[in-house]
């Protein structure tokens, strides 16, 4: 009995140990679990069949007054509103209008009785009190053409099925089945994908819209440090990876230069603020290749996810979000800061992921708002499909991108806030497009700009970077 209670009791402190762990981690904004609670949960993503993007037809926009004129021109009459019977069971909705032309409830039939459809005498069109065409587009089934149907409205999301029994969609998956999995179909439908199935997501979120620049919290021009002193921290931070606290302690070792730890943190915010308009919308010169990854980074405790999107044949970084969830909104903020970068999005694009829904999920969003782009998802380890054999390539190109960066992440040990988080990041993205040489590129720096080439030495380039940055913004402003 004794041995049992002290296992029991050996098991309850190390249960504690790993509360109280958690507990500082999130107070102290970073990771100080040992290395083996330190590493990140692999969290597999959630397996869901999506299905390919719908028809969608949207619908045009009409003006019932521009109508009524056109008539009148045409036939020397008005169009008379609707004449209705005095004994009519069926009321028409005064506030009710026209999805399509807006015209009034007097122009408007109840065209099946009080079934709930109606239709409008000015434009025609067909229309029901209940949706009334609010997506501004009508989503049809791409196997059998048939609408779609809206089954359920999520928070960020509705979901549209095809409840054609006839589809071939359908009825190949009903064929597919085994007789095990017939008998099981009959007794729990719910358990089967057998329907062709698309979410419509409504976030409020504007596509391809840029963000108006952040003004940095410490005035660049007014610190106590010397601009090539603020190229030498930003060198030994960002280009090789020291801490915070082994570049306060290198440069007062090396250099004779007293600095905290917290002000070069507050140094990196500032930069990154004035860098981060510069390396967003600079005119990159790119190809029509592009692959994306998320991987892991620690903020206030927590694992957070960023998302690197990578211009594979240029080297250069286009997207860099931190966000505390792997979901399809994230994806979607991803791919639209990639892009932002382009002047004009190729016909040609193509998007290399991993086997994560969410992409897909994102591909559809864009497709309603006109922007087309292929989506090619390499699954897994080994190479089990056509497509994982054609594009690993393009996939291990940013799984290498993944390690660079956290093999200069590892000596922050996580961060202690999100600003901290995307500055790290920013600057980290800032290095690698304009400071850093690449091996593919003939030890030349994926994006080249003269007025880098010409300084002598890497904290110099750093000022001038941060120089070219305050400018840009100053034209903006001017602009």
């Not at 949706?131 to 928070?155: D, G, Q, S, V």
């Not at 729990?188 to 409020?204: G, L, N, S, T, Y």
């Not at 021009?221 to 990876?241: D, K, M, Q, W």
């Not at 290749?289 to 990578?310: A, M, N, P, Q």
């Amino acid at each position: 009995m004794l041995p049992q209670f002290i296992a029991y009791l050996f098991e309850y402190i190390k249960f504690q140990e790993k509360i109280i762990l958690a507990l500082l981690g999130i107070i102290l904004g970073k990771s100080v679990a040992s290395a083996q609670f330190d590493e990140p949960v692999n969290k597999p993503y959630r397996k869901m069949e999506v299905d390919d993007l719908p028809i969608i037809e949207t619908l045009e926009k009409l003006d019932y007054k521009e109508i009524l004129s056109n008539h009148l021109a045409k036939h020397g009459k008005e169009l008379k509103p609707v004449r209705r019977h005095k004994n009519s069971v069926v009321k028409v909705p005064t506030s009710l209008t026209c999805p399509r032309c807006s015209a009034p409830s007097s122009y408007l039939y109840a065209n099946n009785g009080d079934k709930g459809q109606f239709q409008c005498k000015v434009c025609a069109c067909l229309f029901s009190k209940k949706n009334r065409f609010e997506k501004e587009a009508i989503f049809k089934c791409p196997h059998c053409f048939k609408a779609l149907e809206k089954i359920k409205e999520r928070k960020e999301f509705y979901v549209f099925k095809c409840k054609y029994n006839a589809c071939p969609y359908y009825q190949r998956k009903l064929n597919q089945m085994s007789k095990e999995e017939k008998e099981r179909f009959k007794k729990d439908p719910q358990a089967f994908k057998v329907r062709f199935i698309f979410r419509e997501f409504h976030f409020d979120f504007k596509p391809l819209s840029k963000e108006t620049p952040e003004k940095p919290k410490v005035d660049l021009s007014r610190i106590y440090v010397s601009p090539h002193t603020l190229g030498l921290i930003l060198t030994y931070h960002v280009n090789y990876g020291l801490s915070a606290r082994k570049t306060a302690a290198l440069m007062y070792d090396i250099h004779q230069v007293k600095i905290s730890h917290q002000t070069i943190l507050n140094y990196m915010n500032s930069v990154a603020l004035v860098t981060k308009p510069f390396v967003d919308h600079y005119p990159y010169e790119l190809s029509n290749s592009i692959c994306g990854d998320e991987t892991y980074i620690r903020v206030k405790g927590r694992w957070h996810y960023l998302f690197f999107f990578f211009d594979a044949v240029k080297k250069i970084i286009l997207s860099y979000p931190v966000s505390p969830n792997r979901d399809t909104l994230s994806a979607i903020k991803a791919l639209d800061q990639v892009f932002q970068k382009f002047k004009e999005i190729p016909e040609n694009l193509t998007v290399v992921v991993d086997g994560n829904p969410i992409y897909i999920l994102a591909q559809h969003y864009f497709a309603q708002h006109a922007i087309h782009f292929d989506i090619h998802r390499v699954i897994g380890l080994t190479n089990d499909d056509p497509v994982s054999t054609e594009y690993r390539p393009l996939k291990q190109i940013i799984e290498r991108l993944n390690r660079s960066f956290k093999g200069n992440y590892r000596a922050t040990t996580g961060f202690g806030s999100q600003e901290g988080s995307v500055s790290y990041v920013t600057l980290f993205v800032a290095y690698f497009n304009f400071l850093r040489p690449h091996a593919t590129l003939e030890n030349k720096v994926p994006v080249v700009i003269p007025e880098l080439e010409k300084m002598p030495n890497m904290p110099e380039r750093w000022t001038k970077l941060i120089e070219l940055s305050q400018q840009y913004l100053m034209d903006k402003q001017a602009a």
